[in-house]
């Protein structure tokens, strides 16, 4: 039905930045909001930005300021421009779809930030 596709992580130094994408198999963006979650070994996953159908944004407080969630022109592929990036944002993340049928994720996409 849906399929979801994180990139753009990798191993960055901190203080650098990194882009991740979200594609999605069709233009679902238009239609529901799209978060992003991250997951750290040992811990619980948790949000950290939201856009809304509208253009909203919302960011957890540890990345506020230095995270930023955006749609690209096409309307096919969320973004997650990460910059200032601290070793305690190393995680796994996670593309993620509400809908009223169910949520949607991807398989996630591994960043690792070094001091």
């Known amino acids: 039905q849906v399929q979801l596709v994180e990139s753009g992580g990798g191993l960055v130094q901190a203080g650098g930045s990194l882009r991740l994408s979200c594609a999605a198999s069709g233009s679902i963006f238009r239609l529901n909001a799209v978060n992003w979650y991250r997951q750290a070994p040992g811990k619980q996953r948790e949000l950290v930005a939201t856009i809304t159908t509208g253009g909203s944004t919302k960011y957890a407080d540890a990345v506020k300021g230095r995270f930023t969630i955006s749609r690209d022109n096409a309307e096919n592929t969320v973004y997650l421009q990460m910059n200032s990036l601290k070793p305690e944002d190393t995680a796994t993340y996670y593309c993620?779809?509400?809908?009223?049928?169910?949520?949607?994720w991807g398989k996630g996409t591994l960043v690792t930030v070094s001091s």
């Open positions: 993620n779809v509400p809908t009223a049928w169910g949520a949607y």
